[in-house]
């Protein structure tokens, strides 16, 4: 699931002739900016009153179905990722990754000797761009090659490519790098307070439920550990706000509809960016599930375009 | 009143001070409970575990990083310090700016009867000085600190802890200037404490003599600036309004 960025969707139309079946392929073709128009007639999906919804872009499905067709979006996908997530930023979302890690600092120890390291969970970190940063950082600046990271992700096709990408690193084969197909909503492989560092970028705009994404981070982590999370978030100045939404709106999916021929899955991108909570609707429900937050909550990055989160799970006073 | 900064209002709370006589509306910042301070409850734990490890790993993450340990937390917690090392810095000024106000023997007027009170000038000297004392145990790193404090993003907090605390010490020796001496008087403490501090970083001699040397030496010459100042002040107003006089008398209109 890992990285919804902007781009995934776009080899889909490569693909869709050959390998895998699309979920979109009943889905009508979208305008350019019309979002109001299609919410009203929304083109399947129709929950009944009895079913719990959710967020799939701006259309409302039923929570079951969520799951599904954002796992049709990855797989499609999942060998194309870092190519198109660098078309469609320009490159930039390497420099949010490098700072995201860099600020955690993963694998610092103040003991002599080091510690046993740091124990680290990349959820929907399918491709293993952020785990492979965090290590490297743990081992060449931090001089902790004891610290491991799990690569969690619930879309096997983002797993594999993970896989196959670690072959090309020196954490191949090793102890240090270990994979796990999961929802993050239910990490029931994870024991309770085991874990030092939980990170999720780009992952956990496209979950279902993201307050018991949230329950479950505070669950697995030790006391004292770090919730971090790199996202997309909303545009602080407001003129730099209408340049980001003209080109995340119609840019984005006409890029998506000339280059790759799929205007639905970019549509998706740019809807589930704007629909999820921004800085200070997410900072407050990572404190409502338990967190402290440092200073204000959040660092926006790029004027806000995307921003991280940190949350620590306090130690209970005994 | 002084206490223009939510810090200084913090502070206020801790000193006892005579209820006024009506207080339906109170209006002073002592009369109001103090607000919470700038750090939460979590980050004073890990903060004040880590002042104990000053004295050997200096203002460092590592020292940081050994403080949330002492209080239970991890290596990974210290992400709650975006500004890293510059908190522990901030902590240590906080927190002995609060101390101040506990130093009842200077703050008790007639703590001895019969006894001349001494005047607003001797308290904050003595004020200064305890102040100057509470960086005894970390004077020896201090020069990390201040590198911190002088880094760009970290100035205006530095500025404002610098201005809250000479705001802090002229409030708690009781002065109550409402012109524009009030700004006169916390820039020159701002000024004098600063350089002073910064002296007694390179201080060798037994109890600081020489920091309390120059101390009294800036406070002096600040005293006589303000004298000079003063005349000055006063023979350019003489002047000119003899010289209003002297139009006046060939008839001018003013």
Redesign the interface.
Known sequence: MAMAMASKPAIRSFLRSTKFPCPYASVTARHFAHTPFRAESRPNAQPTNHERTTHFGFETVAEAEKEARVAGVFSNVATSYDTMNDFMSLGIHRLWKDYFVRSINPGSSSSSPPSSGWKMLDIAGGTGDIAFRLLDHCTNINNSPSSTITISDINPDMLAEGRKRSLSTSYAHSPRLSFLLANAEDLHTVPSNSIDLYTVAFGIRNFTNKDAALREAYRVLKPGGLFACLEFSGVTNPLLDAVYKRWSFGAIPLIGQLVAGDRASYQYLVESIEEFPKQEEFRNMIQTAGFVVPGKGWEDLTAGIAAIHKGIKPVEKS | MASKSTTGLFLRGFISTPKPRCSARPYHSYTHPPPPGPF?P?ETAILSASLPHIPTHGFT??TL??G??D????????????RGAFSIVHYHLVTQRAALSKHKHILETSSQPGAKPPGIGAKVKALVWERLMANKGVIHRWQEALALMAQPSNIPTSISELSSLSDEIWFLAGDTSVDSSWYTKRASLATIYASTELFMTTDKSPDYSKTREFMDRRFEDSRVLGTVVGSVAEWVGFTAHAGLNVMRSKGVRV
């Open positions: 939460t979590v993450h590592t990083s050994l949330a340990k209080a239970s937390y991890i290596d990974a917690s210290t992400n709650l310090f975006p």
